[in-house]
């Protein structure tokens, strides 16, 4: 998985997931807290440095906090100094999807959970890892499940 990856998902289509979850945003809105709901399902972004996992690098999984996907391992969480979750990798290729975007005049790439499409953040080609990918990603729309 390599930027080059990420570009053509965005482009042409990310890999399907194994299962889909559909609701409204009627019933997303019973399920999710106000901030949640902005985040995921209205495209918002926290403050930097103001979310639960920012700093926070206790061993765990993260799963979508709308569909409780598992989406990225804490091994792959680095301190990118951004004030937002970083992660070098998702857990699976197929649990997030790619989407090309271009607001606030910007062309970024969006990242979304492929099984519920919340909004999860954006990914960068200037990660540290082997694959030199950052997913950047709001606390709001993650839920640490368990320990690995
Ligand atoms: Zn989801």
Redesign the pocket.
Known sequence: MSWKDVLRFARQGSPAPDRR?EKSDEEWRKLLTREQFAITRAKGTERPFAGEYCSSHEPGVYA?V??K?VLFYSREKFESGTGWPSFTRPAAANVVSYHEDTSYGMERVEVL?S??D?HLGHVFPDGPGENGLRYCINSASLVRVSTE
């Open positions: 979850v979508c709308c569909c996907t959970c099984v519920c919340a």
